[in-house]
């Protein structure tokens, strides 16, 4: 349970990913049901997790970070910018929530609000681009809460771990378009600490 808090919301603190977080984040990607929207197919070792930890933070064009809870600093989730360029000021973002009895409960939301605030107001970037598979109606519902606007699909580009062929939704979201977005959120966020 890491006291490291990066960004904090009302429910959930993103921060770095640690060592000890390995053994949840193997068990999160060796799930099917967690991975099902995800690129993964192939069982992960301990090993190839703490590779993966430990190379977090070596490429200046991909941050990953942890998603807490704030009450009592759970590991739920991950999520990430991605392909960082930074002479075009964009990014892909990626998310992934592997404690199960907290999906469609607005943490990935509150989350992704968080790290768009870092991206847009921290790094400036311009734009992110989120890709997501057809089939994951939470995905796509929480990314256009947080202002992402479906600009095209690739017409069955995923093969899904079931065999079936479905659309990648190409969704991104602007520096411009979020702001608003960002200003309601810190005045309903502000209104409930009260």
């Known amino acids: 349970m890491s006291d490291v808090i990066f960004r ?6 993103l921060r770095p990913l640690e060592r000890g977080d390995i053994p949840i984040l193997r068990r999160w990607m060796n799930d099917p049901e967690v991975t099902q929207h995800l690129l993964r197919v192939l069982p992960i070792t301990e090993k190839e997790e703490e590779e993966w930890v430990e190379n977090i933070g070596k490429s200046k064009n991909d941050i990953t970070l942890g998603m807490t809870l704030a009450e009592d600093k759970k590991l739920i989730g991950s999520m990430g910018l ?3 360029n930074w002479q075009h000021r964009t990014a892909v973002t990626g998310t992934v929530i592997g404690e199960k009895e907290y999906w469609g ?4 939301t509150e989350a992704k609000m968080l790290l768009l605030d870092f991206a847009f107001n ?6 992110v681009l989120s890709k997501v598979m057809e089939t ?4 796509l519902a929480y990314g256009k809460k947080c202002g992402y606007e479906e600009v095209g699909c690739i ?3 995923i093969r899904q771990q079931n065999g079936e ?9 602007t520096q411009e378009k979020w702001r608003p977005l960002w200003q309601e959120y810190l005045k309903k966020n502000m209104q409930n600490a009260q």
């Not at 062929?165 to 979201?173: A, G, N, T, Y």
């Open 8 to 13: 904090k919301g009302n429910r959930v603190i």
């Open 82 to 84: 991605h392909q960082i």
């Open 105 to 108: 409960k607005g943490y990935g």
């Open 122 to 127: 921290a790094l400036d970037l311009h734009a």
């Open 136 to 139: 994951n109606g939470r995905s």
């Open 155 to 157: 017409p069955k580009w």
């Open 165 to 173: 062929r479905c659309d990648e939704v190409l969704l991104i979201v």
